[in-house]
């Protein structure tokens, strides 16, 4: 009998390595594939799974409108072009506040963004958290920054019933192409990233028009900050 037991402890350890290492080898594998191809993000596929609605079309990052690439990158990761794929600071800071028990923000930078979005789950919790962090260390080793924003902006959900990337979001909010964006519809389209189910930049509310504001005008007067994702490594403000 303990032989048995012990054989078949052996076989659920073999099962268990064999499933890590297939999901090790999933990132490894497709990162360097995104280089040239258009990747399905896990939230993509989910609902193509279940049979709902799907709105996606690849736009180029240079199809995209510059203001809306620094809105972005000022509201939601200013050090995008200078850090690894990991804010070291803002990552320790939130460790800190989770050991003490205060409430956390999460500290995630756009190339964990992708990283989760491609290969992990959404609801919040430290496992996924913490698997998020190589992951992005490996994604910035890859591929480079104005890929990884390019894929981000494609596959970032921008709306309620399915619309993924920013031409969907575009359309459906102002019935515009993403390179056709001013000022205030480029902000409103970047503060909605982290709600867009409850977030409507067609009809903003107070909050979300202030918060907006705050976004242009830190976009403004930062812009350059994002110059690694523009044409020829500048944006056209």
Excluded at 31 to 57: D, H, K, N
Excluded at 127 to 138: D, S, T, W
Aim: net charge positive; glycine share 8%; aromatic share 8%.
């Amino acid at each position: 009998m303990a032989r048995k037991a012990s054989k078949g402890i052996w076989r659920a350890l073999r099962f268990l390595g064999t499933v890590i290492a297939v999901l090790v080898a999933i990132p490894l594998v497709l990162t360097p594939v995104y280089l040239v191809v258009a990747p399905i993000s896990v939230p993509m596929l989910e609902r193509y799974v279940t049979g709902r609605p799907v709105v996606r079309i690849w736009r180029d990052i240079d199809d995209i409108s510059d203001r809306l690439k620094a809105s972005i990158i000022l509201s939601e990761d200013g050090q995008f072009c200078r850090h690894w794929g990991v804010d070291v600071g803002a990552l320790q800071a939130e460790i800190d506040n989770f050991i003490a028990g205060e409430p956390t923000r999460g500290a995630s930078t756009l190339t964990m963004q992708v990283a989760r979005n491609l290969f992990l789950w959404n609801d919040p919790d430290p496992i996924r958290k913490a698997l998020e962090v190589p992951l992005a260390v490996y994604l910035d080793l890859i591929l480079p920054k104005k890929r990884i924003m390019e894929i981000y902006l494609n596959i970032a959900e921008w709306g309620p019933r399915g619309e993924f990337g920013v031409a969907a979001g575009s359309e459906r909010a102002f019935g515009r192409e993403p390179q056709n964006l001013d000022w205030r519809t480029a902000s409103l389209l970047a503060v909605t990233l982290p709600n867009p189910i409850v977030r409507n930049p067609a009809r903003p509310n107070a909050g979300l028009l202030r918060v907006a504001g705050i976004v242009e005008e830190r976009a403004r007067t930062y812009g350059e900050r994002a110059n690694c994702v523009g044409k020829n490594g500048r944006l056209d403000l």
